[in-house]
């Protein structure tokens, strides 16, 4: 049995409390109005970026339209002068009402010009607010984006071990059974997860947060200043109600294989027969079935549609080589740790380099669905399609190319070399690159949406990350401690001991 030991747990409640705090400092230091803002940009103006190119398109226009007031009046009066002399000597009594007529003129030209300045500040104004009240939406956004992305990245990468463990059990797979108590200790975390990432979505749709746009008041009805006519045309499919219930039946379904799977495989240990490991061939195969159409709908509601006027049909592929390939990377490292502390006796470098085998077929499998969505929307043109990466290119340059140098040079680099699959100090290398680069794919997937060009590695990503890492490994751990760590009446499980190649 596993125990569970006590700088380990103390490490997972430091990083949880830290986590709090900062999360917490990361809600009360996002601006509370547009004041704050202005502030805010006019800070960041002073180096003469970013923040001043805003100051400056802020600035009302009423100097320029001043100006151009005044010339028109001196032009009109002028004109008004040349008249009057124009007519050789004419008498004074008909010079008289030609310069009154020109000074009228004059006084009605700029009269009408200054009242064309007054509406013209006025708009640049409106716009000025406008603009201060989008950029107050994302900075409040920050930490609740922080929060969704590192919420999601860890109830997902779970989800990618428990896709592992029912792949290998319809594949009636020899090599791995000694490897499956890691797998469900790991799944423990899914209950939790799923708890925490659905009362955030809740939070969501009770307008404590700006996320999702198609949730903004009014975008649905056409006589609203914020209707959208496309997000109004999948209403159908993109609102609250339905939203929310297609969460639960995922969330819920998920949950319900894990439990099932893990008390069969428990209960086979007690068995005189193989009944218990056939009911668990049988609703793996039904999960799988569940998980392809549930995987790829999930994506669109819970990341795509912060994007709501694009969509790629190859979405729903890519989130899950994402959190696939992180999710056995995981699996690589807690058994890599479990071993280094005299567990697991029956786990050898064969079994390892099988782990890091997968690890390097699903980078090369992430990276040919990235470029395959990257090409084909970038050679194609099509405007709405093409601002998807336009935005990212522009404003999230680094952590956009950063990911594929993380998910896919590096793992080519270190992993496509035999020996390297056999080294635990490499595999545990190349994984913590593996598991950040895909936290910085998922913070690509939905920070430009949500937080706009007002994004940057804070707190409050730093902070969101260590409060579920810190979770993550409390609940994990826990689990591996309430039951032996092999499986022993599996049929496979001779068979996985002594596997070797």
């Given at each position: 049995?596993?125990?569970?030991?006590?700088?380990?747990?103390?490490?997972?409640?430091?990083?949880?409390?830290?986590?709090?705090?900062?999360i917490?400092?990361?809600?009360?230091?996002?601006?509370?109005?547009?004041?704050?803002?202005?502030?805010?940009?006019?800070?960041?103006?002073?180096?003469?970026?970013?923040?001043?190119?805003?100051?400056?398109?802020?600035?009302?226009?009423?100097?320029?339209?001043?100006?151009?007031?005044?010339?028109?009046?001196?032009?009109?009066?002028?004109?008004?002068?040349?008249?009057?002399h124009?007519?050789?000597?004419?008498?004074?009594e008909?010079?008289?009402?030609?310069?009154?007529?020109?000074?009228?003129?004059?006084?009605?030209?700029?009269?009408?010009?200054?009242?064309?300045?007054?509406?013209?500040?006025?708009?640049?104004?409106?716009?000025?607010?406008?603009?201060?009240?989008?950029?107050?939406?994302?900075?409040?956004?920050?930490?609740w984006?922080a929060?969704y992305?590192?919420?999601i990245?860890?109830?997902?990468?779970?989800?990618?071990?428990?896709?592992?463990?029912?792949?290998?059990?319809?594949?009636?797979?020899?090599?791995?059974?000694?490897?499956?108590?890691?797998?469900?200790?790991?799944?423990?975390?899914?209950?939790?997860?799923?708890?925490?990432?659905?009362?955030?979505?809740?939070?969501?749709?009770?307008?404590?947060?700006?996320?999702?746009?198609?949730?903004?008041?009014?975008?649905?009805?056409?006589?609203?200043?914020?209707?959208?006519?496309?997000?109004?045309?999948?209403?159908?499919?993109?609102?609250?109600?339905?939203?929310?219930?297609?969460?639960?039946?995922?969330?819920?379904?998920?949950?319900?294989?894990?439990?099932?799977?893990?008390?069969?495989?428990?209960?086979q240990?007690?068995?005189?027969?193989?009944?218990?490991?056939?009911?668990?061939?049988?609703?793996?195969?039904?999960?799988l079935?569940?998980?392809?159409?549930?995987?790829?709908?999930?994506?669109?509601?819970?990341?795509?549609?912060?994007?709501?006027?694009?969509?790629?049909?190859?979405?729903?592929?890519?989130?899950?080589?994402?959190?696939?390939?992180?999710?056995?990377?995981l699996?690589?490292?807690?058994?890599?740790?479990?071993?280094?502390?005299?567990?697991?006796?029956?786990?050898?470098?064969?079994?390892?380099?099988?782990?890091?085998?997968?690890?390097?077929?699903?980078?090369?499998f992430?990276?040919?669905?990235?470029?395959?969505?990257?090409?084909?929307?970038?050679?194609?043109?099509?405007?709405?399609?093409?601002?998807?990466?336009?935005?990212?290119?522009?404003?999230?340059?680094?952590?956009?190319?950063?990911?594929?140098?993380?998910?896919?040079?590096?793992?080519?680099?270190?992993?496509?070399?035999?020996?390297f699959?056999?080294?635990?100090?490499?595999?545990?290398?190349?994984?913590?690159?593996?598991?950040?680069?895909?936290?910085?794919?998922?913070?690509?997937?939905?920070?430009?949406?949500?937080?706009?060009?007002?994004?940057?590695?804070?707190?409050?990503?730093?902070?969101?990350?260590?409060?579920?890492?810190?979770?993550?490994?409390?609940?994990?751990?826990?689990?591996?401690?309430?039951?032996p760590?092999?499986?022993?009446?599996?049929?496979?499980?001779?068979?996985?001991?002594?596997?070797?190649?």
């Amino acid at each position: 049995m596993y125990t569970f030991s006590s700088k380990l747990k103390t490490f997972s409640f430091i990083l949880m409390a830290v986590g709090i705090l900062g999360i917490g400092y990361g809600f009360f230091n996002a601006p509370k109005d547009i004041h704050e803002v202005e502030n805010i940009l006019s800070a960041a103006s002073h180096g003469g970026g970013h923040g001043e190119a805003h100051h400056e398109e802020a600035k009302p226009a009423h100097e320029e339209v001043q100006a151009a007031t005044h010339a028109e009046a001196e032009a009109v009066h002028e004109e008004g002068q040349a008249a009057a002399h124009g007519e050789g000597q004419p008498a004074h009594e008909e010079v008289q009402p030609a310069h009154e007529e020109a000074k009228a003129a004059a006084h009605g030209e700029t009269h009408a010009t200054a009242k064309h300045a007054a509406e013209g500040e006025a708009d640049a104004h409106a716009e000025h607010e406008e603009h201060l009240t989008h950029v107050l939406h994302q900075l409040q956004n920050k930490p609740w984006a922080a929060l969704y992305v590192a919420c999601i990245f860890f109830l997902l990468i779970t989800m990618g071990t428990l896709v592992f463990y029912a792949i290998q059990q319809v594949a009636v797979a020899g090599w791995s059974p000694v490897l499956f108590r890691v797998m469900q200790g790991i799944t423990a975390y899914l209950p939790i997860g799923s708890v925490l990432f659905f009362v955030l979505l809740v939070l969501c749709g009770l307008h404590f947060n700006h996320l999702f746009p198609w949730m903004a008041e009014g975008i649905t009805d056409p006589s609203s200043p914020n209707f959208d006519k496309l997000v109004a045309g999948k209403a159908g499919y993109l609102n609250f109600g339905f939203w929310i219930v297609r969460a639960a039946i995922f969330l819920i379904g998920w949950n319900v294989y894990r439990h099932f799977s893990r008390k069969n495989c428990l209960a086979q240990d007690d068995s005189n027969d193989n009944s218990f490991y056939k009911k668990n061939f049988n609703i793996s195969a039904g999960f799988l079935v569940f998980f392809i159409v549930s995987e790829s709908i999930m994506s669109w509601d819970w990341i795509m549609s912060f994007d709501p006027h694009w969509f790629s049909t190859l979405f729903g592929w890519y989130v899950f080589a994402s959190f696939f390939v992180s999710g056995i990377t995981l699996i690589a490292m807690v058994t890599i740790y479990l071993k280094s502390k005299g567990y697991l006796e029956y786990v050898n470098t064969s079994h390892i380099h099988d782990l890091a085998k997968f690890m390097f077929g699903i980078s090369i499998f992430w990276t040919y669905l990235w470029f395959s969505q990257f090409m084909l929307i970038w050679y194609a043109n099509i405007p709405e399609e093409i601002t998807y990466f336009i935005t990212r290119i522009e404003l999230y340059n680094l952590p956009f190319f950063g990911a594929v140098v993380m998910n896919f040079v590096f793992p080519l680099l270190i992993l496509l070399n035999t020996d390297f699959k056999r080294i635990s100090w490499v595999i545990v290398m190349a994984g913590t690159v593996i598991l950040l680069g895909h936290y910085v794919d998922f913070f690509n997937m939905i920070m430009p949406a949500t937080v706009g060009d007002q994004w940057f590695i804070g707190v409050s990503e730093i902070s969101s990350v260590l409060f579920f890492l810190g979770l993550f490994i409390f609940t994990v751990f826990t689990a591996l401690t309430k039951v032996p760590l092999l499986a022993k009446r599996n049929p496979y499980i001779e068979e996985s001991k002594h596997f070797h190649y």
